[in-house]
């Protein structure tokens, strides 16, 4: 079976955004094992295998998959000036039909935290995700307590909207989460954080 790869690249002042490549897997797996305690707080429990060859080589061919058949939009956040990966996002299980929406997720590599890297890049797959696949909603969840996360969220124009109980199960405990939205005519103006 033949895939189309969907090219995305999306530019923003400082990043490329673009799907995974084989060839990024030395420096995501490098990324990923030097920022372990940073992100296994905050992410699903990572399977035995997560940092394998094997593991990623099905990441890149899940990424290609899901960008061809529009049902997802997972891209690598690369530093233009030295090509250092520094991150990922994820526009995930987009549906179409009468939602036109999507659910996103995010990582960044420890040493790139607290630099504007994700807020840049969110602000990017938003306006990418409203004008190129013509979403109307994007939601995020995180944890109450992930202020970075929901900081960043918050800066780049989406709105609390709830909680959403045992949402996910992170770090081997089913988890409460936060619920933001970023809407493609929002004029609802700042809601309190609860």
Not at 55 to 62: I, P
Not at 76 to 103: E, K
Not at 152 to 163: I, N, R, T
Request: charged letters at 25%; hydrophobic letters at 40%.
């Amino acid at each position: 079976m033949l895939i189309r790869r969907r090219k995305v690249r999306i530019e923003t002042e400082r990043m490329t955004l673009r799907l995974p490549a084989h060839s990024d897997y030395r420096a995501w797996s490098s990324l990923r094992d030097e920022s372990r305690d940073f992100l296994i707080p905050w992410e699903p429990t990572w399977a035995s295998d997560h940092l394998t060859r094997r593991a990623f080589t099905n990441r890149v061919y899940w990424a290609a998959r899901a960008a061809g058949g529009g049902t997802a939009l997972p891209v690598f956040l690369i530093r233009r000036d030295d090509q250092a990966l520094l991150g990922a996002l994820t526009l995930d299980n987009i549906r179409r039909g009468p939602a036109q929406a999507g659910t996103m997720g995010y990582w960044v590599g420890a040493r790139f935290a607290r630099q504007g890297y994700m807020r840049e890049a969110i602000r990017a797959v938003v306006h990418y995700a409203f004008t190129e696949l013509d979403l109307s909603r994007i939601e995020a969840a995180c944890l109450p307590e992930n202020a970075a996360s929901r900081g960043v969220l918050e800066k780049s124009g989406f709105k609390y909207e709830g909680v959403a109980q045992s949402y996910l199960q992170i770090n081997g405990r089913w988890r409460n989460h936060v619920l933001y939205a970023n809407l493609r005519t929002d004029r609802r103006g700042r809601t309190d954080a609860g």
